[in-house]
């Protein structure tokens, strides 16, 4: 019979989503030779290899992913169960765990922080990511609640709109497209643009409602690496206005006029239909709708 504890399925659940010993056991709280040893008796237990490392990089063997979606589940049922054991206690604590899109990162950062204020006991877990996986934890039901742009009708979600995101082209202060209004996407694509990587919304819905061929090599999947590239003249990036508030008021980039742009859409509050919002859940929901 194969056996392990709770203690081997965290530090495993943490290595592998952190892709890094040293990080699991900082967010564990636990020495790094106190990780290995979780997962080598891990390793043992289950008598299969879980994780491969190549000198600093580590990822799961077959046999590790297949654990690991197994851990992310049991991880997020016991800590689902804990705190609305700590919520029935006590109704302005509990534990939330959001996921949200990369677009959405420094504004749920802040609506997180004046809600931590107000409920100083509550704890939460926040993942920024993109589309692609923000919709892997809805179908895999391993987050209460997700923040992104426009969910799929398809799947079976309880959605919100909340606050307008609108997406626009950025270039830097001497781009000579910047001389011109109302530029057509045909310019554009004579230029060297910055795209997103597959998978994120950002992505699709350029591709979608502008109708835009990125015609570049060059992708990169986070917003502030695009507002640098932007900054040091690699090209013309697309982001959403909210992510370059303080950059365009600088002066240190601009905003392109281009012929359908901004895309405005909105950001949604969403999760399962399925399964029942614990009490602080229900309590962001709310705060995150009225913050907007
Ligand atoms: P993403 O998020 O580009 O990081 O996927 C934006 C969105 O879903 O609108």
Redesign the pocket.
Known sequence: MINYTLKQLYSFEAVVRLKSFTKASKELFITQPAVYMQIQQLTQNIGSDLINTQGKKVTPTYIGNKFYRTCVEVIYILEKSKSEIEQTLDPEAGHLQIAV???TNSFVSRVLAKFKRQYPKMTFHLEVT??KMLLEKLINNNTDLVI???PPIEMNLETKPFME?PLIAIAHPDHPLLLKKNNSIKDLNKETLIT?EQ?????I?IERIAGMEFNSDIQINSNEAIIEAVQAGLGIGFVSKHTVKLELESGIIKQLSVQRFPIT?HWYVVHNKKSALSPIAKRFKQFIIDSS
């Open positions: 899109a990369t677009t993109n589309r992104m742009g426009e995101n997103r998978g994120s919304g950002t992505r819905t859409r």
